[in-house]
C-alpha cells in the first residue's frame, strides 16, 4: 500500500486493486493510531507495516460503512490486534451482523454495494457527537444509510469515506463520473447523500479524505463545486418527474 502524509496527524494507505484504489487512514493520537475502514480484504499485513513504519501501534479501529471495500480486513485486524477498539454506528453493526433489514426511517431505499457479513463486533457502538481518540463522529448518510464521517478537533482533517469521492474528480456521492463510476452505483439515497455533503462541507475542512481519490487540502472550493453539481442534477430530475 502506498503512504502519504497530510498535514500532523493524517496518514493516507492506497491500495490498487485491479484500477480500483481503495484508501484506509491512519491517525496519530497520543496513545497510538486511529485506523479508519480497514479496506479490501488481504490488507491487514501491509496496514500492519504501515503502522510499524509510523512507529506507533494500532489502538482503535473505526469504520466509515460497512461496504466489502471498507471492511474487507475487519476480521484480520482485529485477530491480529485483540487489544485494539473495534468501532462502528449501530446499524453498521447490525448490516456486519447479516442483518439487512431496512429500518423505518430508510424511506424504502434499497441497500445497494457490496455487503459482507463478519465475524468481529463492535467493543463500542458510536452516535453523532462521540469521540474517537480527536475524531468527532458526524452523522453522513446516503452512500449508506450506515456511513458516518470523522472530523480532527485539531487540525479539521475530514474523513468522509465515500460521502465524496475524489477519484475521477469530485464528486458527493451518487453522482456519475464516468472515470470512476463505482461509488455513484453503491449509493443508496442520493437526496441524503446531498444533505450529507452540505452538513459535512459546514465543517470548514482543511484536508479532505475519502475512500477513493487522493486527499485534497483546502477543499472548500472544490467541495462547493462538487454540491452544486449534484444539487442541479436533483433538482433536474424532479423537475422531469413533475
Known amino acids: 500500500m502506498k503512504l502519504s502524509r497530510h498535514g500532523d496527524y493524517l496518514a493516507q494507505l ?50 466509515t460503512h460497512g461496504h466489502g471495500d ?16 473495534v468501532l462502528m454506528s449501530p446499524r453498521t453493526a447490525r448490516l456486519l451482523s447479516g442483518d439487512r433489514t431496512p429500518d423505518p426511517a430508510d424511506g424504502g431505499g434499497e441497500l445497494r454495494g457490496s455487503w459482507q457479513t463478519l465475524a468481529t ?18 452523522a453522513a448518510p446516503g452512500h449508506s444509510p450506515d456511513h458516518v464521517a470523522f472530523l480532527d478537533r485539531r487540525d479539521r482533517a475530514l474523513i468522509a469515506g465515500d460521502a465524496f469521492q475524489t477519484r475521477g474528480g469530485i464528486a458527493v456521492s451518487g453522482t456519475l463520473r464516468p472515470l470512476f463510476p463505482f461509488p455513484a452505483m453503491a449509493t443508496w439515497d ?19 479524505a475519502v475512500g477513493h481519490g ?16 449534484t444539487a442541479r442534477g436533483l433538482e433536474g430530475t424532479l423537475h422531469h418527474a413533475g
Not at 23 to 44: F, P, S
Not at 190 to 208: D, N, Q, V
Not at 215 to 228: E, F, R, S, W, Y
Open 14 to 63: 492506497t491500495r490498487w486493486p485491479l484500477l480500483f484504489p481503495v484508501n484506509v487512514y491512519l491517525m496519530r493520537e497520543a496513545d497510538g493510531l486511529t485506523l479508519i475502514d480497514t479496506g479490501v480484504g488481504g490488507c491487514a499485513p501491509e496496514i500492519l507495516r504501515a503502522a510499524d513504519a509510523l512507529g506507533a501501534p494500532i489502538v482503535r479501529i473505526a469504520l
Open 190 to 208: 442520493k437526496g441524503a447523500a446531498l444533505a450529507s455533503a452540505r452538513a459535512l462541507r459546514a465543517t470548514e475542512p482543511t484536508h479532505l
Open 70 to 85: 471498507h471492511v474487507g480486513s475487519l476480521d484480520a485486524l482485529a485477530a491480529a490486534l485483540p487489544g485494539a477498539e
Open 214 to 229: 487522493p486527499v485534497l487540502d483546502d477543499p472548500g472550493a472544490a467541495m462547493d463545486q462538487a454540491i452544486a453539481v
Open 121 to 138: 463486533r463492535p467493543t463500542r457502538l458510536l452516535a453523532p457527537g462521540d469521540l474517537v481518540g480527536s475524531l468527532e463522529v458526524l
